[in-house]
């Protein structure tokens, strides 16, 4: 058979760690849809973050026993998601990385196109697609912009700043489900992961600019990953303008300390508090317009 670059990439081993809980049909789905990857050379770890469900250890257990990729490992007690998600990545070997939710749906290219990003831009660290948000039918609640804007240029600041003044409704904390090169996730995970953690509330997208601060990113426009929304959850349609979204006051000064402790230097630092002060006016301006249904170009 002639040597392709599909053939070749899939020779590319990617460590996929799923930190998983209590939601044992998310995990079938999950573990499923990874079996249907195009690229086939891919190991899992299933970290069971002591579930008292005891089908999700039953579930997990008929893949293993079907499928030699996959691991399955319960934690003695709960970690809380901050540690489990560490613990994935911390035993990932092998060249490409992968976190992967319980309860997400990813189209069969998912890895082969993320691995061929990363071929194809040796500076890039990290490569993602477009997400989309989709009920338990698969149907689109919320729709995202192309991705493709997160591509980095020749100017790492000024792909920190595109990052930062990014509206957090619009889905930019997905890119943490994207594909790693190990070493260099491994190592921001390292430096970054206890301070992007020292307040939940947007951990993933403070982690993300501290590896972007140090790392090119690759992203793309097309939809291989579909983020699942349970029943329960109310989807509001989204305001005339995305840049009134803005975090809680009362969350300000953490959002803002945790940006700047995992900043590279004390330049990226205060570009980011300048960055994030300038989100917050905007947010105020924007909300102001929304409230009043003005419409703008700005």
Not at 1 to 24: D, K, L
Not at 242 to 261: D, V
């Amino acid at each position: 058979m002639p040597t392709t670059q599909t053939s070749a990439s899939e020779q590319e081993h990617v460590f996929i760690g799923i930190p998983c809980y209590n939601r044992p049909e998310g995990l079938a789905r999950t573990l499923t849809c990874l079996q249907k990857q195009s690229h086939e050379n891919w190991s899992v770890l299933i970290s069971d973050n002591c579930s008292p469900n005891a089908a999700v250890e039953e579930t997990a257990l008929a893949f293993t026993a079907k499928d030699t990729r996959i691991t399955y490992f319960k934690q003695p007690q709960n970690l809380g998601p901050k540690e489990n998600f560490r613990y994935v990545v911390e035993q990932a070997k092998g060249p490409f990385f992968m976190w992967a939710s319980d309860d997400d749906y990813w189209e069969p290219s998912f890895i082969e196109s993320n691995i061929a990003q990363l071929l194809k831009f040796d500076e890039a660290q990290l490569s993602f697609c477009t997400p989309q948000v989709v009920d338990e039918n698969e149907n689109e609640l919320i729709f995202y912009e192309g991705f493709s804007r997160f591509h980095f240029t020749n100017n790492r600041g000024h792909d920190c700043q595109r990052f930062i003044k990014d509206p957090e409704i619009l889905g930019k904390a997905n890119l943490i489900y994207g594909i790693y090169r190990t070493s260099p996730v491994q190592s921001v995970v390292k430096n970054s992961w206890d301070l992007a953690w020292s307040n939940d509330w947007g951990a993933d997208v403070v982690f993300l600019y501290s590896f972007i601060s140090r790392h090119p990113i690759t992203a793309t426009d097309q939809k291989l990953l579909k983020k699942f929304v349970p029943p329960s959850v109310k989807i509001y349609p989204l305001r005339k303008h995305p840049k009134s979204y803005f975090i809680k006051s009362n969350r300000y000064a953490s959002y803002l300390s945790r940006f700047k402790a995992v900043a590279p230097s004390a330049e990226f630092a205060e570009a980011a508090e300048k960055a994030l002060r300038q989100r917050l006016r905007e947010s105020r301006f924007y909300k102001f317009l929304s409230f009043f249904n003005v419409k703008t170009n700005r």
